[in-house]
C-alpha cells in the first residue's frame, strides 16, 4: 500500500513542543496571558501593523471587527461569490446582509468594478477575500471605498506570507482577520488574529474581545457593553509563538511545494494560483484550474487520487449556490470555478517523490 498523502499538515519541531510544555508548567496566574501578548506582537511586528488581537478563529476576528464598525441589522456587507462560508457568516451574525459578487477570472478575487456596482446607500463595508493566497486588487477597491466612505476589510485567513509589494496581505484595510487553524501555513491548532492601524477600531475591537469589559474599566466584573468571548488561549499562543519564529521557513516551504508543482505540470491545460505583476503568493494551498472547454472529469481525478491514498479536495462553491442564500447563476466566473477547480497536497514534509506521484495522476487526466 502506497504511503498516504495528506493534502496539509501542521510543522512541528521541538520548539512548539518546548514553549507548550513552558505554557503548562508556568503559563497560569500572572503569565496566564504571556504567551498571547508576545503572540500578538510578534505577528504585528512580521506584518507592520501597530495593532493585533489574538482571537479564537478567524470568523471570531471578522465577527468583532464588523461589530465594532457599526455592521448591523438592513446594513449590507459586500464580498466575492466563491469562498468557504466563515467569511460571509459574521456578516449574518450582525443581523446584516451579505451581497456576493462575481470574481476575476484570473485572481479568483474580487472584481473591482463589480464590487462598485453592487455599492448602495445600505452598504457598510467590503471584504476583500485573498483566495488561496491570491491577492485582491487593494488598490483598486481601496480607492473605491475611499470614495464611498466604505471600509475595504482584508480575510487575509488563506493568505499568510502574501504580499503586494512591501505591503502584506492583512495589512493594507480597515483591518484584517487571519486563521491559525491546523490546516494553515502557522498554525495555533485552531485560533485567529484581528490586525489594524487603527487605534480606535483596535480599542473598540479589545473592548468586544472581553465581554464589553474596556481595559480602562476600573470595577471588578463590570462589563461597559455587550460582547464576545473570542480569545485565543495561551497554550494555543505558545504554538503561535513559536510558529512565528520559524515564519519565513514555513512560508519558503510552502513556495517550494507551489514551485515544483509548476515545474512539473507547465505544460497542461491548466492554471496554478496567479500571482500577477508585484505579487507574491503565499501559497498556502497550491490550486489548479482546469481550461474552460478542456475535457475534464474532476471526480475521476480525485477518484484516482483516493485509490493511491492521496487526499485531494474541490474548489470552493460559489456560496449564492448554498442553501441559505439566494442562487446568482449569472455569475460566470465563480460557477465557471468550482467544477474545474482542485487543491493540491502541500504540507511541509511533502518531499520530491511525493509530488511526483501526486502530478502522474494529474498528468494522467490531462496530458
Not at 54 to 82: F, K, N, Q, R, Y
Not at 238 to 267: M, S, T
Request: with cysteine.
Amino acid at each position: 500500500m502506497s504511503e498516504r498523502i495528506h493534502y496539509t499538515l501542521p510543522s512541528i519541531t521541538e520548539l512548539e513542543i518546548r514553549y507548550v510544555e513552558d505554557a503548562i508548567r508556568n503559563g497560569w496566574g500572572e503569565r496566564c496571558y504571556d504567551y498571547i501578548k508576545r503572540f500578538e506582537t510578534t505577528f504585528a511586528e512580521h506584518l507592520g501593523v501597530s495593532y493585533a488581537i489574538a482571537t479564537s478563529s478567524c470568523t471570531g476576528a471578522l465577527h468583532m471587527g464588523l461589530a465594532a464598525l457599526g455592521v448591523g441589522p438592513g446594513d449590507e456587507v459586500i464580498l466575492g461569490d466563491i469562498n468557504w462560508i466563515a467569511s460571509a457568516a459574521p456578516i449574518t451574525y450582525l443581523g446584516a446582509r451579505p451581497v456576493f459578487v462575481d470574481v476575476l477570472a484570473d485572481s479568483w478575487c474580487l472584481d473591482p468594478a463589480r464590487v462598485e456596482a453592487a455599492i448602495t446607500p445600505a452598504t457598510r463595508a467590503i471584504i476583500a477575500v485573498h483566495l488561496y493566497g491570491n491577492l485582491c486588487d487593494m488598490d483598486a477597491l481601496l480607492e473605491i471605498g475611499a470614495r464611498h466612505g466604505i471600509p475595504v476589510i482584508e480575510d487575509a485567513a488563506e493568505a499568510i506570507g502574501s504580499r503586494l509589494g512591501d505591503r502584506r496581505a492583512g495589512s493594507m484595510g480597515a483591518f484584517g482577520a487571519f486563521s491559525f487553524h491546523g490546516t494553515k501555513t502557522v498554525t495555533t491548532g485552531e485560533g485567529g488574529l484581528f490586525v489594524t492601524q487603527d487605534k480606535t477600531l483596535f480599542e473598540r475591537v479589545l473592548t468586544l474581545s472581553n465581554h464589553g469589559r474596556a481595559a480602562t474599566q476600573s470595577k471588578q466584573f463590570w462589563p461597559d457593553l455587550l460582547g464576545f468571548k473570542y480569545k485565543m488561549s495561551n497554550l494555543q499562543a505558545a504554538v503561535g509563538c513559536a510558529q512565528v519564529e520559524r515564519i519565513d521557513e514555513l512560508i519558503a516551504g510552502k513556495r517550494r511545494i507551489f514551485e515544483a508543482y509548476r515545474q512539473r505540470l507547465h505544460d497542461l491545460p491548466l492554471r496554478l494560483n496567479p500571482e500577477g505583476p508585484g505579487r507574491v503568493n503565499g501559497c498556502w494551498m497550491p490550486t489548479a484550474v482546469v481550461e474552460e472547454g478542456v475535457p475534464f472529469d474532476r471526480e475521476a481525478l480525485l477518484a484516482d487520487f483516493k485509490a493511491d491514498h492521496i487526499d485531494g479536495r474541490v474548489f470552493f462553491w460559489p456560496l449564492s449556490q448554498l442553501p441559505m442564500f439566494e442562487p446568482r447563476p449569472e455569475h460566470r466566473v465563480a460557477y465557471g470555478l468550482q467544477g474545474r477547480g482542485f487543491n493540491l497536497p502541500s504540507y511541509h514534509a511533502l518531499d520530491e517523490a511525493q509530488i511526483d506521484r501526486v502530478c502522474r495522476i494529474v498528468r494522467r487526466h490531462l496530458a
